[in-house]
Structure formats: structure tokens, C-alpha cells
């Protein structure tokens, strides 16, 4: 009776008609997990575009995504990408929006037929493997759902997940040689160096999977990942007849992802030995496999927990999250999960595709930093022992290049505990490794020095003056403030290390940084000193160019090329100095001088602009499709002309994004692409975090109504009304605020936290005498 009512429930939640009469939809009905499920270089024109999103199920910020493998390596984070024509098992852990060749993807599991295969195979030649072609008619994603139909023994794959747990449910169509895989060895970017698996009963499996640097993985190792996963996993039918291979990998092969993907390695894993009458085993690349005796339609059930501690703690997880045997009853419970977290922002108006759009992308900046800890609190710490968390969640993968900018600051709108959560978790990260900085792109515990910057700082920052304060706040300080001597400008007053721009405009930002956290808690001779230094990007201003310019260590100039300011990387980071030159955003008044002007830098910033091709696919002028520039539509607030900030932000929101596998220009980059969409098409973004000071610009939709957290905010809610907003009427007329004049473009986080109501007046035009002050 209770699988009933749950398959009850779920006809009602997935059709949209019922007795004639149209349901409203809920949020969860808009994702569209394969908006940017593809790392295709040929549709990006560029290696680093597209989403490289994965379609899978996962919960909001949870550890577990189950999720189809098509690819591994290179730029492919993600381990999926959509043109790709065969699916080489389902994965438990996975990145969102990254290159680098990636990491996770572990615990890849496989239904198939026939004959036991030890190899995956190649995208090239599925039926050397155990890969299988699949239906992509048949292909359906949705918020903690996906499902498939294998060609290879014509079976149906359906994944829902929990928090720390996932399901797998594999229906066979006809009495064969059923058969559940699992290759222990997998990972993204490279090979798990070694595993254990034992037998605990005749439903039960457990074990263990060592990922470290000399197996490739995050930056093909140069990213230090070094993580064991840990599960315990059930399957609904009893193991009667099961067994492992054993790959024999010679002590001194290498094991990077060149390494592992070629023919020679392919080959021995191919001839891997195949082991029955045993319990358990250890090895440097196994598998494990179990067959069953099935009928037409039946359905075989796995259910894993995963812990980044132990045995034990993947065990507690699957305890506490899935109980039963009822997939259904999952999935709804994922659904349900996922409803209350996207309604944290509620929206009105707008199209069907735009509301598709947008709440796809609340979902993708839900993914990440996620929980690393187990259901007890315990968590592996940077020192490699066991800890317990203790008044916060410990989390992990802070992409803080990407995320700075626009992902953490909605998060300390719509999530403060989060932000809250990743800053005791940085900070424990230090103290667990005795280390005097904060790191910069963590990923498990490792420091990959990836990127530039030192984006924890703003982090800090833009936590603290917004109110976000439960943290060690002395120990932050302190260690904020040995990141920028680590990582900053200096006494010197520019950074070379090849992006000499990049790196100079955001050393001076992070200094700016602590100088704001040392005004406030009365460190007056380090607020000098620092906001000294926030200045030295005018150390790298050439006059003679009219541009930023980088230095060589000596402190003469590097040769000027024949491009000029549009060269890629001369100086600059995923970049021109032309694109980067902009990041000034703590002294915006400073910025303008330098170049000249009011007059002159509104002219420069409008062709910048202008240039831009309709699609916004990567280009040399605003390129949408990466991080650096993604503040700059809101500089026309700062140059008085915010008209023009409503005008690009909405052509953004409209060219950049879209219901689609194409729909990204550029990387999610761990949630940051789609929460720019989400704050521009709510109508505010920040430019500088680390003020408490939001940009107003043209919402997307005609209301807005934003779930605010009691334990940081005075208000319930905060809403942002549209009156009269179309596509044609984009352009804000005047605006109030709590019933008062509001004649700035621009609110305070302290405004939003009140709650209340900001109603704009929309027209076709522009009022250019509305938010010039």
C-alpha cells in the first residue's frame, strides 16, 4: 500500500494536467539538470566554454551526486557531456562547471548483460567495454531524479539520491544474465590508486577508494587532491553469485591520466583477473559484480551511503538517510527537499523558459560548497585525522576565484548559515594544517593553489559587514591578514607571476579587504597600512598606453604587444588587460581618473559593450562566458548612466543563458554563472563584496519575493516589484522602498534584511534623471 500511494503522489507531482485543469507548477518543476550538461569544445568554439554542469540527482549542497559518466579527463570535470553517444556506468560523487580534468566520479556503477567485461571501454568503441550506448530520446533530468534507457541489454537506469546517500534502480526487461558492476578504480581526471572491498552479507557490500596525486585526478595531480571515499552499499536481491577483478598494475607504471587512458593500461585492466570464492580483497584497480536471476520487468535496487571518514561513517549516513527499499518514496523525498530550498526565492511573471532558467540556476548554485562531513558531525580533517564539527557543518570545494564575485554573496542573502559554515571550515582547514594563510581554490582538504587572489579574504569580508559573524572573527583576522602578505602586492606595489594585471588589481582588492576588517574591529595602524596598499593598482597604469600594463620583477615593463590591451593573457588571467583592467572595484572614483575621466571611461566601457557578438560566446570584448568581468554591467550605475546597467543586464540575462545544453556561455565555475543570473534577474548584484552595498538594475521577472533567515535578518521577507516590466519595458522609472522615495541605484544588504518591499516603476525608456546621484 505505501509504494502505491508514493507512485500516486509521483503521477500527480510530474503531469502538469490533471482532469483538465493545469497544475502549478513548483520550482522543482523548472530545473532542467541538463541546462549546461556538456564540455563539447566544437559548440564552445573554445576549450573553456559551455556549462560542464552534470544532469544527475543530487540534493541541495549534499555529498552525494549520482550521476552517467561518459568521459573522463582533460577539460571534461564533469564527467559527462551530452553529445556523447555511450554511458560508462553511474558515479556517486561529482564537480559542477570545472575543467582541470576534474575529480570525484567514484563508486561507478553498472548494470549489464552477457559477458563480464573489466574494461569501460572507449567513447570511440563502446562494445569493447562495459560502456553502453543509450537512448537520448529516453534521457529525462530532473531536481533528484534521472533516468535513462541502456541499448546493451535494453535496461532502464533511474537515479535519486539523499544527502550522504544515493539509490540506483536497474530494471531488466527479460530473464538473463543480469549483472550490477561496480569499478572501484574510477575517477574523474585519472584512477583511484587503491581499494578495498569486502563482502558483509549476502546483501551488503563495503569498502574503500584511495585517491591521491600520483593517479592524476584535480589538475591531473598538480591539484593535490588526496581523499579516500569510503560507502556501504545494499542491493535489494540477495549476492548468490558474485565476484571481483583484479587488475595487476606493475609498481612502477605511472598512473596520471595519460597514463591510465592509454592502450597499454586499457589492455591490462581488459585482462584483468576475475576472482570468485572469496570475501574481500585489496588491489590497485578492482572491481566488484554480482549476478542475478531475473524476470521481464523485474528490478534490482542499490543503495550506497558514502562517508569521506570510514566504513562506519558511509554506513551511519545510509542509516540516516534511506531506510527503506522504496525508490519512489526517495525521489519524492528528494523533490520535496529541493522545493523548500529553491522557494527561497519565489518569482512571478517572466516566461515558462525564463522561469526554467532561473531556477535551474538556484539549483546549480545549491550544489556546491558542499557538505563533507558525516551524519555525526565527523569530518577528515587537513591533518588527516578524524574531527568532530562543532556549531557549524564542515564544507568543502570553495572555487574562490569563481565564487567571490557573485555565488557567496547570494549566499549571504538567501543562506547566511552557509556562508557561516565555509568560513569556520577555511579557518579549521588552517589551523588543521598549521598553515598561516587561507586557501584559495580548496577542494578535500587540498590546497591547489589554483587561480589567483586570495578570494577567502572577501569572503571574510563581505560576511563580516553584512553581519555574518560566527566565526572565530580574531583567528579570520589573523589569518586574513597573513593571506595578503602571502599572496599580495607588497611593499613592492605590483605582482609579476606571468598574470602581472590580474594579479596586481586583485592583490589591491584583498588588501582593500582587510583594511575594511581592521577599521572595524579598531586595528587603525593595519587599516592604513592596507588601504595603503589598496592602491598600488596605479602602480601598474601606463600612461603612455593609457591602460594597465604589466611589470617584470625588475619593475620595467613587459614589451607592449602589436594587439595592445586585446591580447589574451598578455598580463592577464582567462583575459586581456582590456577585460581585466576594470577590476578596480573598491575605488571605482580612482578607476575612472586614471582613464581619464567620467566622459572617456563611459565611452570606452559603452564600445566595450557594443562589440559584444549576439550570442556572447567567448570574445575579446565583455566576455560573459568567464569571472573577471562579470561586475562590469553594474559600473554604469558608477559612471551615472544606470539606465545602461539595466539595458546589458537584462540583454545578458536574455543572450547568455538559456533552457538548453548549450544554455551557458561559459563554465558554472561551482555555482558562479548561475548565481549571476539569479541576483541580476532579481534586479541587484554586487560590485564589491565586501561592502554591504548591492547595484539596482531591471529584474527579469514581475516579483520577487525573497525568503529571509530570522536568525540574521529583522524581516521575513524581501520583495522586489516590477510594476509594468515587459521585454520592451526594461528601463526603471522611479522607485520606492517601504512606501518612501527611493532615488538611488543602488540598497544596502541592512535594507534587504529589514524586509519590506522595493516596487519599481517600469517604462520603455529611459528616465535618465532616476539613480544618477
Known sequence: MKKLFSTVLLYFSVFPFLFGQEKTLSPADY??????ASTSEKAAGVYHGLGKTFPGATTPYGMVQVSPNTITGGDNGSGYSDEHTSIEGFAFTQMSGVGWY??????????????LRTSAGTAEDPESGYRSAYDKSSERAEAGYYSVRLAEGNIKAEATAAQRSGMLRFTFPEKQQARIQIDLARRVGGTSTLQYVKVVNDNTIEGWMKCTPEGGGWGNGAGKGDYTVYFYAQFSKPLKKFGFWSADIPDDWKRKLEDVTSVRYQKRIADAQILTGINEKQGKH?????????????????????SFVSIEGARNNLNADIKHWDFDEQRNAARTVWNKSLSKIKIKGGTDQEKRVFYTAMYHTQIDPRIFSDADGKYTGGD????QAKGFTKRTIFSGWDVFRSQMPLQTVINPSLVSDMLNSLITLADEKQEDYLERWEFLNAYS???????????MTDAYMKGIRNFNVNRGYQLAVSTVEKNGNGERGFSTQGAGISNTLENAYAEWCVSELARDLNKTGDQQKYLKRSGSYKNIWDA???????KKDDGSWEAWPAEGRMKQSYGAMESSPYQQGWFVPHDIDGMIKLMGGREKTLADLTSFFENVPEDMMWNDYYNHANEPVHHVPFLFNRLGTPWLTQKWTRAICSRAYHNAVTGLVGNEDVGQMSAWYVLAASGFHPI???SSRYELTSPVFNQVDIQLDSAYAKGSEFSIIANGNSPENIYIQSA???????????????DIMAGGKLILQMGSLPNKAWGIN
Not at 287 to 304: A, K, M
Not at 449 to 459: D, E, N, T, Y
Open 31 to 36: 530545473v532542467n539538470p541538463m541546462i549546461g
Open 286 to 306: 578492482l572491481g566488484f559484480f554480482t549476478e542475478f536471476d531475473t524476470n521481464p520487468g523485474d528490478q534490482v535496487i542499490l543503495r550506497s551511503g558514502i
Open 449 to 459: 593553489g589554483c587561480m589567483i587572489g586570495s578570494p577567502a579574504v572577501s569572503l
Open 102 to 115: 576534474g575529480d570525484l566520479g567514484n563508486f561507478l556503477v553498472m548494470p549489464t548483460v552477457g559477458k
Open 736 to 750: 520606492t522602498l517601504n512606501g518612501k522615495p527611493h532615488l538611488k541605484s543602488y540598497i544596502d544588504h541592512k
Open 688 to 690: 564589491t563584496p565586501g
Open 384 to 387: 588527516g585525522e578524524i574531527h
Open 544 to 550: 603612455e598606453h593609457s591602460w594597465f600594463r604589466p
